[in-house]
């Protein structure tokens, strides 16, 4: 750790003092829970609380509503982004914990604020709507809302504490099937069912996983299953998830994926139709910068692992922003190991929890200490660089 003593008690400070308004913020989210793109009241929160502190914000950056940006300290030097979500999800709302994220990040901004003019150089909050789904940060980086930004950070709710973890490349496929409908019980011989298809899509896929690389996840759903029970279906129509381990795999994976649809459509003797959204890219973890967020994790006394390969991982727009510049992407534990997962009504709730609140708050000192070392140390911004480089030339 290269972070002066007294800078470090000055950030740990700030983000006691905040400790009422950040539990505030924390749960008012939490208890208003919003879908991509439409965190309006979550979005207002937390720029009136930037606000209040009288820092500037600027709403509505990136052509999203809900994108917000604000900075403070002295321009022209370093600059190191915090990253807030906010977004939540259909039914089991902050199932993944993001208001805590949320909520991190402005602790950590806030605190940072304080000392950054001090340290030399500048932290900027950005507010990454979107990020189940959406793409926020993937518009932001487009927009250059990350451009001249010496690293990006954020924490994620667990059920541990992990300095790093796999995120996977994604993509979404949407296929329609379209066929002839008929009466299903007085004429089933003059129809072609387009549900068959899309049923023999998913079995076909299920014979295509012996040829999978470790790590390929496909998943999904039947989004339109048929009109009537009496109808042999005119439409059916489903969406998959497509995950790998990096891009190469998923673009493998993805025309399997494809010819298994225009297999299963041939069967039938239906059309199909098949749209791709653009999904995520893999996380690549500085682990530089990760190390040093660690070293302020124990410092605060919290015991992590640096990570853990055993562990099931989902995909992020942070894997995008990790291309483009250095980025941590740490997990912290608001459960016990294996008492809850993200997605689960059980992390809901524990994203509402006391422990869930403390761990924001402790992510929120991490994040804050970490920015401020790097705006203040050279040449941990030098060994940052330099594993960033790396590994984009391998
Ligand atoms: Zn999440």
């Not at 929160?45 to 940006?69: D, K, N, Y």
């Not at 994926?257 to 893999?282: F, H, N």
């Not at 401020?372 to 940052?384: H, I, K, P, S, Y």
Request: with cysteine; proline share 4%; glycine share 10%.
């Amino acid at each position: 750790m290269t972070l002066a003593n007294d800078l470090a008690q000055r950030i740990d400070a700030a983000v006691d003092a905040d400790a009422p308004a950040l539990t505030e913020l924390s749960l008012k989210i939490h208890a208003h829970p919003e879908l991509r793109f439409e965190e309006v009241k979550a979005a207002a929160w937390i720029c009136e609380l930037v606000e209040r502190h009288a820092h500037s914000v600027e709403r509505g950056i990136g052509g999203m509503p809900t994108a917000f940006r604000a900075r403070a300290g002295k321009p022209g030097g370093p600059r190191v982004a915090i990253l807030a979500e906010y977004d939540a999800l259909p039914e089991i709302g902050h199932a993944c914990g993001h208001n805590l994220i949320a909520t991190s990040a402005v602790g950590a901004f806030l605190a940072a604020a304080k000392v950054a003019k001090d340290a030399g150089g500048e932290v900027v909050l950005l507010g990454t709507p979107a990020e189940e789904g959406g793409g926020g940060k993937i518009k932001l980086l487009a927009a250059g809302a990350f451009d001249g930004i010496d690293a990006a950070m954020m924490f994620h709710p667990f059920d541990r504490d992990l300095l790093a973890h796999t995120a996977l490349a994604s993509l979404w496929l949407q296929f329609t099937f379209r066929g002839t409908p008929s009466h299903a019980a007085a004429a089933p011989h003059t129809g072609s069912s387009a549900l068959t298809a899309c049923m023999d899509l998913f079995r076909l896929v299920d014979g295509q996983r012996v040829h999978f690389r470790d790590g390929v996840r496909v998943h999904g759903y039947i989004t339109d299953g048929g009109q009537a029970v009496n109808i042999i279906p005119e439409r059916a129509a489903c969406e998959l998830s497509v995950r790998a381990r990096d891009t190469l795999e998923l673009e493998r994976v993805k025309a399997i994926v494809l010819r298994c649809g225009k297999a299963a459509a041939m069967a039938s003797g239906v059309e199909v139709e098949i749209a791709t959204r653009q999904g995520y890219k893999d996380m690549v973890n500085n682990m530089t910068l990760a190390g040093q967020f660690g070293a302020h994790l124990g410092a605060l006394g919290r015991r992590f692992v640096e990570t853990d390969a055993s562990l099931g991982a989902g995909s992020t727009d942070m894997g995008d922003v990790s291309h483009a510049v250095p980025s941590i992407h740490p997990y912290l534990g608001i459960v016990d190991p294996g008492a809850a997962m993200c997605h689960e009504h059980r992390f809901t709730a524990a994203a509402g929890s006391d422990r869930g609140t403390r761990t924001a708050l402790d992510a929120a000192k991490a994040l804050g200490r970490t920015a401020v070392e790097l705006l203040t140390d050279a040449r941990l911004r030098e060994a940052v660089r330099a594993e960033f480089s790396a590994h984009k030339k391998s």
